[in-house]
């Protein structure tokens, strides 16, 4: 076997990965080593060649190429090193070892002062979600057509449905509109947007798609290749209403119904899980039940930005450096942060209390839209971090930031409270 020994193993180059990789050499770590399964670094981001990324960290709107090869490069110079085409098999927690297949060395066994967790998620497919009817070529998550046709050249059909109100299924509508495809329509599950609003006005309005909320589809037609779907209304319980639904020709199918965090790995270390979001339980230093496993980003949470899976998986990166060089503060107790009213999840999951005086953000996203709320967080009755937003929405991260030093007892609530 193989053998490599590292300050800090990163598992996954994609965007988190670099980032956490960049800020764990910032720190102090000596040797940083990214583990990635592709032929290349940049994750999920090779594929987007569309603008909208970098707005809130660079000020300037970027493509996916051009934001993650500003960390490949800064990551470069600071002499971080990376295996490609190597794909990871099991952590070894007892032993700080990574174990991993490399297409160069065979079975690599990787040790380490401390492990990132960065391998992103994956998409739902129709099998997730039973969709009824005939199996007939034509049918793609929307991540699969987008690689077909932004790095493969592929185009994937003509006239197509899209499944699902998701960023990556509003962005490839309009890419397929782009490329000369007619997109029908949207469809959407729920009675709100699942993504970003600025994609539903960019990659929807401005090309005259039409959205079909509280819509799905029941079944889909088509020997060969699909011929078309049944499309239907859904009641309160998100029930097909049968007596109103239509045929609508089609010859392709996108699937935009979620995204699921990639955690085998995790769930075959130990790591203790978060049911909601189904990624591990974290504390603000992005540490997992095992002290010496880190996690960051989408395996962590599916978060909406690539901006701020940059900011989370730097404090993973800085933070797994400090425990690998043994300067980790210690802790003095910890409280768990609880969902409150309208709130779906909160990311990191727990807070350690160090006797800094530091605020430590605290990311979660609500259970319905609502307009003019207050974001609170309180240790019983006593407010400890508050503020106002105009909107939320199920499909936009929200965040408030919590002041270490107020925290009170060992449990701080967080909910959405409506005004006026």
């Known amino acids: 076997m193989y053998n490599i020994k590292c300050d800090v193993a990163i598992v996954g180059g994609g965007p988190a990965g670099l980032a956490a990789a960049v800020a764990a050499k910032k720190e102090g770590a000596e040797k940083v080593l990214i583990i990635e399964r592709d032929n290349a670094l940049g994750g999920i981001l090779q594929q987007c060649i569309h ?27 600071l002499g971080v090193e990376y295996i490609l085409n190597s794909m990871v098999l099991e952590i070894d927690e007892a032993n700080n070892q990574v174990i991993c297949a490399n297409s160069e060395y065979g079975l690599t066994c990787i040790d380490a002062g401390s492990i990132v967790l960065a391998m992103g998620c994956r998409e739902r497919t129709r099998a997730n979600i039973v969709v009824p009817g005939t199996r007939p070529a034509g049918l793609y998550t929307a991540g699969s057509a987008q690689r077909l046709i932004n790095r493969q050249n592929i185009m994937v059909g003509k006239s197509v449905v899209i499944l699902g109100s998701g960023d990556i299924g509003m962005i490839m509508a309009r890419r397929m509109t782009l490329e000369g495809a007619k997109v029908v329509m949207v469809v959407e599950l729920m009675d709100y947007l699942a993504g970003l609003t600025r994609n539903r006005v960019q990659c929807l309005d ?18 060969e290749r699909v011929e078309g779907v049944y499309v239907a209304p859904v ?19 996108l699937f935009s119904v979620g995204l699921i965090p990639e955690n085998e790995i995790s769930n075959k270390a130990g790591i203790v899980i978060d049911k909601v979001t189904n990624g591990p339980k974290v504390n603000q230093y992005m540490q997992t039940s095992i002290p010496s496993i880190f996690a960051c980003g989408n395996v962590v949470h599916v978060n909406d930005l690539v901006d701020n899976v940059s900011a989370e998986s730097e404090q993973a990166g800085k933070y797994a450096a400090q425990y690998a060089m043994g300067t980790l503060a210690k802790s003095e107790g910890n409280a768990n942060l609880v969902t409150g009213n309208n709130v779906r999840y909160l990311c990191p999951q727990s807070i350690e209390k160090t006797g800094k005086d530091e605020k430590v953000s605290v990311y979660f996203r609500v259970l319905k839209p609502e307009f003019n709320v207050k974001l609170v967080a309180r240790c019983g009755d006593k407010v400890i971090a508050q503020k106002r937003e105009f909107r939320v929405n199920p499909g936009e991260m929200n965040h408030v930031n919590i002041p270490l030093a107020e925290v009170e007892g060992n449990e701080i609530t967080v909910e959405v409270i409506k005004e006026g």
């Open 51 to 77: 603008p909208g990324f970098g707005l809130t960290r660079f000020g300037e709107e970027l493509t996916g190429p051009e934001y993650y090869s500003r960390f490949v490069t800064e990551a470069m110079d």
């Open 206 to 223: 401005d090309f005259g798609i039409p959205l079909k909320l509280s819509h799905t589809i029941t079944r889909i037609v088509g020997n």
């Open 235 to 253: 009641d309160e319980n998100k029930k097909p209403i049968k007596e109103k639904e239509e045929f609508v020709e089609c010859d392709t199918v």
